[in-house]
């Protein structure tokens, strides 16, 4: 995989070319490309689970309208792909197949500073996140080649620990209300999700929509790379 970033723009472009209408993945669908990418599926393996549920659709002249119908596909093919490695004596290339190709040094110390200074513009303690951010920073700084995936890694880590500052802080009846909104946005997902899987992703839904209502920028590099930096 020669870019990191790619694995949620490729998963996106050929979801809209299979159902051949150009409607934009919603955010919740990226929280589940995100849960595939960090459970370390491929991005080939993603693509046959993607295809092999059209094809069942089709024959049942129907079209998935969300990427939560081809999880089980995506599973089993990530399954089958597992046990043909077995034995193989090749080495596994998933989505974390990534050492610094694509990332700019400079535009990532822009993209923290951004993120830190957005922290600072708000009025609740965000010392630890600062901290955090802080360090990552002066560690970045002195590498000569940066390791995309580690950053990611890191920023999603801080951008948890600021959203459970943002939660502990909102008002009890809001929070309630993000919570409702987001358990009805996740419907759909119930049935396709194993548990385990609906709750990371209800979970880390919440957080993204806690960070939106604070109008606090996503903490990862794909952001840095679509344009979202602050």
């Given at each position: 995989m020669d870019n990191y970033f790619n694995y949620f723009t490729e998963v996106e472009e050929h979801f809209i070319r299979r159902r051949q209408k150009h409607l934009l993945v919603p955010p919740l669908d990226w929280c589940l490309i995100e849960l595939w990418k960090d459970s370390g599926i491929p991005i080939h393996v993603v693509i046959r689970g993607i295809d092999r549920s059209f094809e069942t659709a089709r024959s049942r002249r129907t079209s998935p309208r969300s990427l939560?119908?081809?999880?089980?596909?995506?599973?089993?093919?990530?399954?089958?792909?597992?046990?043909?490695?077995?034995?193989?004596?090749?080495?596994?290339?998933?989505?974390?197949?990534?050492?610094?190709?694509?990332?700019?040094?400079?535009?990532?110390?822009?993209?923290?500073?951004?993120?830190?200074?957005?922290?600072?513009?708000r009025p609740e303690d965000f010392d630890a996140p600062l901290s955090l951010l802080s360090s990552l920073?002066?560690?970045?700084?002195?590498?000569?080649?940066?390791?995309?995936?580690q950053i990611d890694q890191d920023l999603n880590h801080i951008g948890v620990l600021v959203a459970e500052v943002l939660r502990d802080g909102m008002d009890r009846k809001r929070l309630r209300s993000l919570r409702s909104d987001v358990r009805k946005e996740m419907k759909i997902y119930k049935r396709h999700l194993?548990?385990?899987?609906?709750?990371?992703?209800?979970?880390?839904?919440l957080h993204r929509k806690?960070?939106?209502?604070?109008?606090?920028?996503e903490f990862s590099l794909l952001a840095m790379q679509t344009g979202e930096t602050p």
């Open positions: 939560s119908y081809c999880h089980p596909a995506v599973t089993q093919a990530f399954e089958e792909h597992q046990r043909a490695m077995v034995g193989s004596g090749e080495e596994e290339s998933g989505p974390d197949d990534f050492q610094g190709r694509g990332v700019d040094s400079a535009r990532v110390l822009e993209h923290v500073d951004g993120l830190a200074a957005s922290l600072r513009e920073r002066q560690e970045a700084g002195a590498r000569e080649q940066l390791d995309g995936r194993s548990r385990e899987l609906f709750q990371r992703m209800e979970e880390s839904c806690l960070r939106e209502a604070a109008e606090i920028p």
